[in-house]
């Protein structure tokens, strides 16, 4: 059994910052790609920042230059740093991650984990 566990959001003015985790627990052999995904109200879920296991990253362009996305392999942990955050970052974000257990290797997805920007 594999879990993704999300910590770290909640109410930010715009212009401030956040740093989301992502946490895998469980009967984990390794860890492939991770990503963050988000759905705002009324919207599609959408990949947001994705990250390989040598590390290479790839953004929306819409949180290009703001949002850093990391992880710690000995953790096995991701984190989203997110800066100047905007109104339209609102969302529910999510952390899915290719895992492989006992099971073999699954898709897995976190809670989420609200993030609203408001003054």
């Known amino acids: 059994q594999v879990q993704l566990v999300e910590s770290g959001g909640g109410l930010v003015q715009p212009g401030g910052s956040l740093r989301l985790s992502c946490a895998a627990s469980?009967?984990?052999?390794?860890?492939?790609?991770m990503g963050w995904y988000r759905q705002a109200p009324g919207k599609q879920r959408e990949l947001v920042a994705h990250i390989t296991s040598g590390g290479t990253t790839n953004y929306a362009s819409s949180v290009k230059g703001r949002f850093t996305i990391s992880r710690d392999n000995a953790k096995n942990t991701v984190y989203l740093q997110m800066n100047s955050l905007k109104p339209e970052d609102t969302a529910v974000y999510y952390c899915n991650g290719n895992i492989a257990a006992r099971g073999g290797l699954r898709n897995y997805w976190g809670q989420g984990t609200q993030v609203t920007v408001s003054s």
């Open positions: 469980g009967s984990i052999i390794s860890i492939d790609a």
